[in-house]
């Protein structure tokens, strides 16, 4: 397995260098050494902006300080290629070169372990207390949502107690009204656990009163509303805290609930349990699976037209080592979740060549946009990056395919929105591998209508699609690739590449070397980051580590 890395909260005393905020490089420029010139009119309003003892209307000088810069640094030029040495290398050695190693889109190996779970399940049912609900407010993204109802589903057999089909609140990032039963099939998941968990979908008449207006903004104030659960809290805390007002008042509410169970420590029923609930009983609607599978068919047929025209060219332009050059024309595609939208940039707290602009506008949306302290931002941008905390930007991620071996025929099917600094930030990416698909490019309009403009509708799409995807690959982490990743770990094993961020980070930073030399070393670094099933390390999820939870290893005798 590769190494696992933790993200050490102890603050760096020096912080980012000058130079880093010194310059924003412009996207048409192909020069190494770019440079930018802020707009004269910026520079005049940051004259205005910092004129001592001067306001507009009478507002302090902080204020009208603050909103200078909001206004400013709203958007920034992004870079343009910033690995031309790779970039360039890559060129002269590849050319139009398609051919692929051997066992590029080989699945990794299982180590024996197989899924573990009793379809019908052998999890005691308890003898249900009547009248005892637990109601569970999820927020977050829509596998933040998946990781709660998982946990809710687990707590509410810790607790006895009847599971209220959880209510999903509208986040202020992801902007979807969607209910669970507009997203997963509320009948299935009601049937799948009918021996382990009694699921309504409506509470009785005598606490009709409990509902997501009466609690809003007020849960602190309601004795049966618990808001502030520590993360990854032991069932210990659960029977201490909200068992005795579940007893108390019939019902309780855990708001904004996600990661709040801990993985360690469990009874073994329960987190086969939460097992059977991640890959069993949370399934999507059926207009999300039907299209999901309509776009992969179509990915597929792509794949081998593709693959055809480059073994015709391959068959006229030379005979020699043909049969070994395209024995991998098989109609595969790669999935790729590219997480670089302006929220995941301004969370990460990760510098990306913006210059000042690109810095204050990415702290302006974290003003506005995260209730809380973004820890990392207490850290300098180049430990953030030495410590693999960044996520790749598009150029990396093409870098590290194209090292792999993936040529560019292959077709990559991309989830995610519009990357922060919109296409000329994706170009150095698709000029690598121009055959890039998203849902928008591969379904009408008429077949997305359904789907739009709800974020976690499309986000269930993308899994759907990449989930049966040859390989897949991550640029950054998060609750979406670990569930993914863990499906796909469970199902198959299938071919799921997790990079090494720390150690590409110094790959990217040797300017000296060769594009073989990299090549090599980017296979050496990944060769056991693809996806096997491996043990789940201590504090580590079971949504991203299956095994052994929710998974079991044949003797080594039959291996």
Same mark, same amino acid.
């Given at each position: 397995m590769g190494r696992?890395?933790?993200?050490?909260?102890?603050?760096?005393l020096n912080p980012a260098p000058a130079e880093d905020v010194a310059v924003s490089p412009s996207a048409n420029s192909s020069s190494s050494s770019r440079s930018f010139a802020l707009p004269l009119f910026w520079l005049f309003g940051l004259a205005i902006a910092g004129l001592s003892g001067y306001g507009l209307s009478g507002a302090p000088l902080s204020s009208v300080r603050s909103m200078w810069i909001d206004q400013l640094f709203s958007e920034y030029i992004p870079p343009g290629p910033v690995h031309l040495h790779l970039l360039n290398e890559r060129d002269r050695i590849l050319g139009e070169n398609n051919s692929e190693p051997p066992g590029l889109w080989d699945p990794p190996k299982s180590y024996g372990w197989k899924p573990c779970l009793d379809g019908n399940g052998n999890i005691p049912v308890k003898h249900r207390v009547q009248n005892r609900y637990l109601q &569970?407010?999820? @927020? /977050? /993204?829509?596998? *933040?949502?998946?990781i709660c109802v998982c946990n809710a589903v687990t707590v509410a057999w810790l607790l006895n107690a009847s599971l209220v089909v959880p209510y999903f609140e509208e986040s202020a990032v992801w902007k979807d $009204?969607? =209910?669970? /039963?507009?997203?997963?099939? &509320?009948?299935?998941f009601q049937s799948s656990l009918k021996n382990e968990v009694h699921i309504v979908h409506q509470l009785p008449p005598e606490f009709e009163w409990s509902t997501p207006q009466y609690y809003e903004s007020k849960c602190l104030e309601r004795p049966n509303c618990f808001l502030y659960i520590p993360k990854h809290s032991k069932k210990e805390w659960y029977f201490e805290n909200v068992l005795p007002a579940l007893e108390s008042y019939g019902i309780v509410v855990l708001d904004r609930y996600h990661h709040r169970l801990s993985f360690e420590g469990l009874p073994y029923e329960a987190t086969q349990l939460r097992c059977k609930t991640n890959f069993h009983s949370l399934k999507f609607v059926k207009p999300i699976l039907d299209l999901a599978r309509k776009l992969v068919k179509r990915l597929k047929i792509k794949a081998k037209v593709l *693959?055809?025209?480059? *073994? @015709? #060219?391959?068959?006229?332009?030379?005979?020699n080592d043909t049969e070994t050059r395209i024995k991998n024309a098989n109609g595969h595609f790669l999935g790729l979740h590219l997480r670089f939208e302006k929220d995941m940039i301004a969370h990460s707290a990760? %510098? %990306?060549g913006g210059g000042l602009a690109e810095k204050n506008a990415l702290a302006s949306y974290r003003r506005k946009t995260f209730k809380t302290f973004v820890p #990392? @931002? *207490?850290?300098? =941008?180049?430990?953030?990056r030495r410590n693999g905390s960044c996520p790749l930007t598009p150029e990396e991620v093409g870098l590290l395919l194209a090292g792999l071996g993936f040529q560019s025929i292959t077709p990559i099917y991309v989830a995610g929105k519009k990357s922060y600094g919109g296409e000329a930030r994706v170009k $150095?990416?698709?000029?690598?591998? $121009?055959h890039l698909e998203t849902k928008l490019t591969l379904a009408s309009e008429t077949e997305l209508e359904w789907f739009l403009p709800f974020s976690h509708k499309l986000a269930a799409l993308d899994f759907m699609v990449l989930l049966e995807s040859d390989t897949f690959l991550s640029n950054s982490a998060g609750n979406f690739p670990n569930v993914l990743t863990g499906q796909r770990t469970f199902l198959g094993p299938r071919k799921s590449i997790h990079p090494d961020k720390a150690a590409l980070f110094a790959l990217f930073s040797n300017t000296s070397q060769s594009w073989i030399e990299f090549s090599e070393a980017v296979n050496a670094i990944h060769k056991d980051r693809q996806g096997s099933p491996y043990p789940r390390p201590e504090r580590y999820s079971?949504?991203?580590y299956p095994a052994p939870d929710c998974m079991c290893r044949e003797p080594m005798g039959h291996l």
């Open positions: 696992s890395r933790s993200f050490k909260l102890h603050k760096e &569970v407010f999820c @927020t /977050g /993204g829509l596998f *933040q949502l998946h $009204p969607s =209910a669970f /039963g507009d997203i997963y099939d &509320v009948e299935h *693959q055809k025209r480059a *073994q @015709t #060219k391959l068959i006229l332009t030379s005979m990760c %510098y %990306y #990392k @931002t *207490q850290f300098s =941008a180049e430990y953030l $150095p990416l698709r000029d690598m591998f $121009p079971i949504y991203r």
